[in-house]
């Protein structure tokens, strides 16, 4: 994979203004950039269109490129809730929200450049019916295609330990139910996630390589606990997964999330590319 595909997400910059966050890490040296579409940062409900040509302006003025919008949270991720709604409340109005939300955050992405999009894979499901909640996982997801063909966005639904799709054959389990046929349905994947649930990072980006539309990595404790760490102050094998997409042929970004870091972002932004571009090959 060619070093010129790092990106690095602005949720760890949420103390920092969106243009602040973007500036920085184009400072730092990433190529890519992935938005937070939520408070502080791109929130949907509140972002204007001309808010949004300016920041592609910035963004390409600075001579990078949007990685990825992340929209799995979108209702407080600075410090209210992370995950409600969701894809699979009980309550209609509540899982419009997450619907409209959604759409908002795909046309966003055009608008700034973007070509694809990580979703909450549902969401906390509490022992429910799983089948009624893939149901409405598929449901409402499938109100979003419509603006993600006009809007040429692709949908990446990210795993996550805790949620209705932990696991890469999860994520399989609905595309193959739901969405075998729309290529606009793929995998986020989030090799920290797969990691904790007893998954090998590397094995899943070569069995799942032809679904796979972004990539998310951060390094995790050998306890497999769910707190994003530094990449370099962990347990995964970093060398394992970019030999892996170098197999699988991966063009995309790769793009680092650490979002507990709020009070030392930049620092672990720079610490982050620091331990990764010697990894990397190309020129």
Known sequence: MNGERLA??????KQATLDEAVRAIA????????????VP??????????QAQELRKLIEGLGMAVSNVNAFTGFGFDGGDTYHPTWLEDD?????????????????TA???GDCISLQPGGPYQRRDI????????EGLSECLDTARTCGVILGIEPEPGLLLERSDQFERLKSAFFADEPLVMMNADLGHFYCCREDPAAVLERCAEV?????????????????LVPGEGAMDFDAIFAALDR?????????ELYPYTSTAEQVARDAIQFLRPMLSGP
């Open 8 to 13: 690095f997400s602005t949720n760890a910059f």
């Open 27 to 38: 400072e730092i040296g990433y190529a890519g950039v992935e938005i937070m579409a939520d």
């Open 92 to 108: 209609p109005v509540l899982r419009r929200q997450r619907i409209d939300h959604t759409r908002r955050a795909i046309e966003l």
């Open 111 to 113: 608008a700034i450049g």
């Open 131 to 138: 089948d009624r909640c893939y149901a409405l996982f598929a």
């Open 212 to 228: 796979i539309c972004h990539v998310h990595i951060e390094d995790i404790s050998d306890e497999r606990v769910h707190q994003h």
């Open 41 to 50: 940062h791109m929130f949907p409900v509140d972002f204007s269109d001309t």
């Open 248 to 256: 699988i042929g991966y063009d995309g970004f790769v793009t680092v």
